[in-house]
């Protein structure tokens, strides 16, 4: 070995060279063949996937339920609405957690007995929610963030998945400490999802300890997720901004800031979730001085990553390659590219929303699809590093093409009217209180439609291009409705 270092320095092999080109082209986490991180990291990129399957069948089934002759073969006469949700959660709170599963999968090594236990519970729990109109579950509540039926398989099947994520979260917590880095802003950005993530089932549990008993239905889920989901967002850009940077490394675009200002502008991200336990101490969850704080917290405080990291992400873009792309990083370039105008669509609608009108759809739908495309391009990149085949170029180009341009028309294409298909809008929390006491059943309706995008596109194009063995103040206008995603700099009026 003495020897071969000697020829090395001599000019033969130029080592220094050649590891500077594997460090670029190899991601900040190796996926070794043989690493037992491999088949659960697998489980948890086919469960997302799949819920995204599961979204596209729900989008479909909603608009059979709207065609004439056919709504009588739904089990209610208001199947619209009961696909709605399903669709909605299953396309974003499952398949953008089941996802934050894969990075904590990759940052740390699986905990015997409890990881496993944790996805068995979490795909459980995904497939309770997506069977439960069928069983029973047709009283459709459009409350904001997470949209619920009201009965207790559709409740139990959203608990259930939130145990397995929460589960599989303390078996990451328990091992990041050993892979966690300064200077790799993939490892703090996945850590920085995970806090988040727990301080939003925290405000949760807060929340529900803090209700009032008195509440009739109407409003309880509209208060009981109103703070945790305004939280939850701040997970999800995490998610959304440690997908940004690894597409822009395995497209080979160099980008401004260093690691270490990349992990500094990710902790800053989460940093002002330090105001939620002084909004839970300082108010009651039913206050207006709740929904108020929670608002102002995702509207200012949620792009503080966001906006600079994105800004950096177009300086890399327009400055072309700055070191070597991987094999087969087209795929991974466009969705990078379609995520981040579809992102900044998002947000630039934001600054227009005025009132609850189809800018507001407009608004959530951009920044719904850019994190969604993201991720699309983070699968893409990871699947032959979990022992499929690479993927196809064509296909998944045109699967970020129309996905990613046909909501860009789309969002063009809307101007400021009445939000009106789907059902009625309603402005404001309304409710009234009951005597006394509380069951589990507790109903609100808030919020107006949803326009859908149906996501199976998405899913279609991961199957069809994986050549391997196996598919291993006020609530409505300016807010996420429904599970939506976070946005840098919301307005909400």
Not at 34 to 48: E, K
Not at 204 to 219: C, H, R
Request: aromatic share 8%.
């Amino acid at each position: 070995s003495l020897e071969w270092c000697v020829q090395t320095t001599a000019g033969v092999i130029d080592v220094s060279a050649m590891a500077r080109e594997i460090s670029m082209l190899q991601p900040q986490w190796r996926l070794d063949p043989n690493s037992s991180r491999r088949p659960l990291v697998t489980a948890w990129l086919v469960l997302g996937v799949s819920a995204l399957a599961l979204a596209g069948i729900f989008a479909l089934l909603l608009v059979a339920a709207r065609a004439p002759g056919t709504g009588a073969l739904f089990p209610t006469q208001d199947f619209f609405r009961v696909a709605l949700i399903v669709h909605v959660d299953q396309s974003v709170l499952i398949w953008f957690l089941a996802f934050g599963g894969v990075l904590w999968g990759l940052a740390a090594p699986p905990v015997p007995g409890l990881s496993w236990l944790a996805f068995c519970i979490a795909a459980a729990g995904c497939l309770l929610v997506a069977a439960s109109p069928f069983l029973g579950a047709v009283d459709p509540l459009l409350n904001n963030y997470v949209p619920v039926l009201d009965h207790p398989l559709f409740v139990a099947g959203l608990g259930l998945f939130a145990l397995g994520v929460l589960l599989h979260l303390a078996g990451y917590l328990r091992g990041a400490r050993s892979g966690l880095s300064w200077g790799d802003p993939l490892a703090v950005g996945t850590l920085t999802a995970a806090l988040a993530a727990l301080i939003s089932a925290l405000s949760l549990v807060w929340t529900w300890a803090g209700l009032s008993p008195n509440w009739e239905g109407k409003t309880f889920y509209e208060y009981l997720f109103w703070g945790p989901g305004h939280v939850l967002q701040f997970a999800y850009t995490q998610i959304l901004l440690v997908a940004w940077i690894w597409l822009a490394r395995a497209a080979g675009r160099e980008l401004p800031l260093g690691d270490r200002t990349l992990s500094a502008l990710l902790v800053l991200g989460v940093l002002p979730l330090v105001a939620v336990p002084l909004v839970h101490g300082l108010y009651a969850p039913d206050s207006a001085e709740t929904r108020i704080a929670f608002m102002r917290l995702m509207q200012w405080g949620n792009g503080l990553a966001a906006v600079p990291i994105g800004l950096a992400l177009l300086i890399a873009l327009m400055r072309g390659s700055g070191r070597a792309a991987e094999p087969g990083s087209l795929p991974v370039r466009r969705a990078l590219v379609a995520s981040l105008t579809l992102f900044a669509a998002g947000g630039f609608l934001a600054v227009l929303i005025a009132g609850s009108n189809t800018i507001v759809p407009a608004h959530y739908h951009g920044s719904i699809v850019g994190v969604t495309l993201a991720l699309m391009g983070l699968t893409y990149h990871l699947l032959p590093r979990l022992g499929f085949g690479r993927p196809d170029a064509a296909p998944h180009r045109r699967a970020c093409g129309l996905r990613g341009y046909g909501h860009t028309a789309q969002d063009r294409g809307r101007r400021p009217g009445p939000r009106q298909p789907g059902g009625q809008v309603v402005h404001g929390c309304h409710g009234h209180r009951r005597p006394a006491g509380r069951d589990w059943r507790h109903p609100v309706r808030a919020g107006g439609n949803r326009r859908l995008q149906p996501p199976h596109d998405v899913t279609l194009g991961i199957a069809s291009g994986s050549q391997g063995r196996r598919l291993d103040g006020r609530p409505g206008a300016g807010s996420m409705n429904s599970g939506q995603v976070p946005l840098a700099g919301t307005l909400s009026r």
